[in-house]
């Protein structure tokens, strides 16, 4: 698939000359544009055989356009910060702002491709990761970000010339190091995996762009012409108010009128003697369990969701008295601000991610995607469709980097909650707890039901399961909780 710029593209200094003012005065005017309009992200991936020229290249962008508004990134070994969480955390965290470029050196394809050259990882394996990171771009592309993958190309022999041609200088003999001339020794196997992974991960919706580094002229007005190229089509589509065209299936109705939360039996018993008495056995054994030696090497994400009024706040105390307040975190999420609507959804969860040996409480979560903004319109029906997967995804990766993940929905009755409202518009210390969106979300009732159930279907997983909770008695709910989050750490720890 290199075979195009295989064959020596060159531009002549008079044409380069001759088209260098124009390009660069039509670059600022589209960057200037992307600020002022702000309806998108530009993410541009920098990859490719070593001294095709990709430093060179992103210095000359900088040059050429405002460089206040290009985040370069350039990413090494992780660090330890970076280690104890699952693998896409250091990128996600980089993503830029709308309005802004962000350029990534030694992105999500760069371990990948490596480990399978040097042979430390298997075919399936580097399919199994290929195949998350379509999934991941994909999901950035229809979150609105500008995605731009360019592969820097040189043939073997031209990429000894260059090494060698850098190396003799002494003004940029420090740029070459044993690690290119190891990479170099490997260039056959490196092209192939490199050919394996751009067909599998050239798509439609973020298709590969290869460059021909061998002429810096050339490789310098492709690279402008593209970005160029990309941006105005994507700001002219902005100013037509066009949208990606995304239709989504209707889900099923339900026949019968029977669903996962009607027929659950809410009113449990347990009587407020018992419950002191297992209360306390329980914080004990879950105290003993975040202090074992083997959850050093985990972390715990808990997520709670639940009818308003349902006791998630009380629940969560429970949890947390059993904890040292050191290691852990409650994240309360509200309305996003405007950094977090800056940034593709998940974003804001992903940033909070724990360390190993942590913990982190999650008061409502990403579920909002398929609950509250699916109920209120807040986003469109292939939106929340596609945030099934997303969803499964983010905590699959979460899981295979250490983490246990434990999600529990607490559900009453209406007449329950009705009741709980009442005693707390009464109540002068509870007053705050009720709002006026409280109210007409009791008008929606049905519409959030059917999207409970909804997101148990697709996204209660086999590592990841949803645990629903009997909550119009409060003793028995926040003894369910316990119990289930001490028997679901002991059984990842023995694992």
Same mark, same amino acid.
């Given at each position: 698939m290199f075979e195009s710029v295989e064959i020596g593209h060159q531009t002549p200094k008079e044409e380069f000359e001759k088209l260098e003012p124009q390009l660069r005065a039509d670059l600022l005017d589209a960057q200037f544009d992307l600020r002022e309009q702000a309806p998108f992200s530009v993410v541009i991936l920098i990859n490719g055989v070593d001294g095709a020229g990709k430093g060179e290249t992103v210095n000359l962008l900088n040059e050429w356009m405002d460089?206040?508004?290009?985040?370069?990134?350039?990413?090494?070994?992780?660090?330890?910060?970076?280690?104890?969480?699952?693998?896409?955390?250091?990128?996600?965290?980089?993503?830029?702002?709308?309005?802004?470029?962000?350029?990534?050196?030694?992105?999500?394809?760069?371990?990948?491709?490596?480990?399978?050259?040097?042979?430390?990882?298997?075919?399936?394996?580097?399919?199994?990761?290929?195949?998350?990171?379509?999934?991941?771009?994909?999901?950035?592309?229809?979150?609105?970000?500008?995605?731009?993958?360019?592969?820097?190309?040189?043939?073997?022999?031209?990429?000894k010339t260059r090494l060698e041609a850098l190396e003799k200088d002494p003004r940029t003999r420090w740029r070459v190091t044993e690690l290119d001339w190891h990479?170099?020794?490997?260039?056959?196997?490196?092209?192939?995996?490199?050919?394996?992974?751009?067909?599998?991960?050239s798509t439609g919706e973020a298709p590969w762009q290869l460059v021909d580094g061998s002429d810096p002229r050339y490789r310098a007005l492709f690279v402008a012409r593209a970005l160029l190229d990309a941006l105005r089509r994507r700001l002219d589509a902005a100013s037509h108010h066009w #949208?990606?065209?995304?239709?989504?299936?209707?889900?099923?109705?339900?026949?019968?009128?029977?669903?996962?939360?009607?027929?659950?039996?809410?009113?449990?018993?347990?009587?407020?003697?018992?419950?002191?008495?297992?209360?306390? #056995?329980?914080?004990?054994?879950?105290?003993m369990l975040?202090?074992?030696?083997?959850?050093?090497?985990?972390?715990?994400?808990?997520?709670?969701?639940?009818?308003?009024?349902?006791?998630?706040?009380?629940?969560?105390?429970?949890?947390?008295?059993?904890?040292?307040?050191?290691?852990?975190?409650?994240?309360?999420?509200?309305?996003?601000?405007? #950094?977090?609507?800056?940034?593709?959804?998940?974003?804001?969860?992903?940033?909070?991610?724990?360390?190993?040996?942590?913990?982190?409480?999650?008061d409502?979560?990403?579920?909002?995607?398929?609950?509250?903004?699916?109920?209120?319109?807040y986003c469109s029906p292939a939106d929340w469709m596609r945030a099934y997967a997303e969803i499964n995804d983010f905590e699959d990766e979460i899981i295979?980097?250490?983490?246990?993940?434990?999600?529990?929905w607490l559900a009453i009755s209406a007449d329950i909650q009705l009741e709980r409202f009442k005693e707390r518009e009464a109540e002068p210390h509870k007053r705050f707890k009720i709002t006026e969106e409280d109210w007409r979300n009791r008008d929606k009732w049905?519409?959030?039901?059917?999207?409970?159930?909804?997101?148990?279907?697709?996204?209660?997983?086999?590592?990841?399961?949803?645990?629903?909770?009997?909550?119009?008695?409060?003793?028995?709910?926040?003894?369910?909780?316990?119990?289930t989050l001490c028997d679901r750490i002991e059984a990842a720890l023995k694992k």
């Open positions: 460089p206040r508004h290009i985040e370069t990134q350039a990413f090494d070994s992780p660090t330890s910060e970076e280690a104890e969480r699952p693998y896409m955390w250091r990128f996600w965290r980089a993503l830029p702002p709308k309005g802004k470029i962000g350029v990534m050196f030694g992105n999500w394809y760069t371990d990948p491709i490596q480990e399978r050259v040097e042979k430390l990882t298997k075919k399936a394996e580097l399919d199994q990761h290929l195949d998350d990171i379509v999934r991941f771009e994909s999901m950035l592309v229809r979150e609105g970000v500008l995605l731009l993958k360019l592969w820097f190309h040189l043939p073997k022999a031209g990429q990479y170099y020794k490997l260039y056959d196997r490196f092209r192939e995996v490199a050919e394996h992974v751009l067909r599998r991960t #949208e990606p065209r995304q239709t989504a299936p209707a889900l099923p109705p339900v026949l019968d009128g029977q669903n996962l939360l009607n027929t659950l039996v809410l009113d449990q018993p347990l009587s407020k003697k018992d419950y002191n008495i297992q209360l306390e #056995e329980l914080q004990g054994r879950l105290a975040v202090r074992d030696k083997a959850f050093a090497a985990r972390s715990l994400v808990l997520v709670f969701e639940g009818h308003d009024a349902a006791g998630k706040g009380g629940a969560i105390r429970r949890v947390t008295a059993a904890l040292d307040a050191r290691r852990y975190r409650i994240v309360p999420i509200a309305a996003p601000t405007d #950094e977090e609507l800056a940034k593709p959804y998940l974003w804001r969860f992903w940033r909070q991610l724990p360390r190993r040996g942590r913990v982190l409480i999650f409502r979560s990403w579920y909002g995607r398929v609950l509250v903004e699916r109920v209120e319109g295979a980097a250490g983490g246990i993940v434990v999600k529990f049905g519409e959030y039901e059917r999207a409970v159930c909804d997101m148990i279907d697709r996204t209660s997983t086999e590592n990841a399961a949803w645990t629903l909770v009997e909550a119009n008695n409060k003793y028995y709910a926040r003894i369910k909780v316990l119990q």
